[in-house]
């Protein structure tokens, strides 16, 4: 049943966010950059398991993995410049998120 609730509330925020796009984008992408996600993640992670040393490095790894993960967004950001299909542009974007994956794995190490 909690992990349900879990995922309700997820899909609800994404779901709602999703809808507003079409309507006011601007506030939409303000919402999805909110650490909405990170701040239940941080709490269910924290009621479930009770461990507090577990959550510190959960949000270290989130604090590390949001800069990452911006990677993803470089090739849209260019896009106009880089006169590439959507499909181009967002599997450069993937390509991009792989090669974050390692960097952030590489920086969850050293800390």
Request: net charge positive.
């Amino acid at each position: 049943m909690v992990f349900l609730s879990k995922v309700l509330l997820a899909a609800l925020i994404i779901a709602f966010a999703s809808w507003l796009s079409g309507k006011k984008p601007e506030l939409s992408g303000f919402i999805i950059a909110l650490p909405i996600a990170s701040i239940i993640a941080i709490t269910f992670s924290y009621l479930e398991h009770k461990n507090s040393e577990n959550t510190v490095i959960f949000a270290k790894s989130i604090l590390i993995g949001v800069p990452v993960s911006y990677l993803f967004f470089v090739p849209f950001f260019f896009a106009k410049n880089l006169n590439m299909n959507f499909w181009m542009i967002y599997g450069s974007g993937i390509i991009l998120l792989i090669i974050g994956y390692f960097v952030h794995k590489y920086l969850t190490s050293i800390i």
